[in-house]
């Protein structure tokens, strides 16, 4: 059983920087992405990064390219967002994937409970 905990939003200014982190648990065999999502009220739960565990490799939402950065280190899994904007305001959630594509959000069978991110 994968638990997650997701910390380190927060109120910034346009242009400022965050760094969110994500606790693993631990890793299962089933697990092949950690991924951080994004939803604004009212708004569906969009992929905005992704760290594919075995590859090492990383994949971004075309609105966050050159702004945000994913990386793994042992049990903790972070989201660097930089240059933010007040489209980033949201509740950001790390999720376990199982695989297929790693924007659907059918494929994370265990979630965080999020962490808020405003952006002014």
């Known amino acids: 059983h994968v638990q997650l905990v997701e910390s380190g939003g927060g109120s910034v200014q346009a242009g400022g920087s965050l760094r969110l982190s994500c606790n693993v648990s631990t890793y299962t065999p089933e697990t092949i992405y950690i991924s951080w999502f994004r939803q604004a009220p009212g708004k569906e739960r969009v992929g905005v990064a992704a760290f594919r565990l075995r590859q090492d490799h990383t994949f971004y939402h075309d609105s966050v390219k050159g702004r945000f950065s994913i990386s793994r280190d042992s049990n903790m899994v972070y989201l660097q967002m930089n240059d933010l904007k007040p489209e980033d305001t949201a509740t950001y959630y790390c999720?376990?994937?199982?695989?297929?594509?790693?924007?659907?959000?059918?494929?994370?069978?265990?979630w965080g409970p999020g962490t808020q991110v405003t952006v002014s």
């Open positions: 999720g376990a994937g199982i695989g297929g594509g790693w924007t659907i959000p059918v494929n994370y069978r265990t």
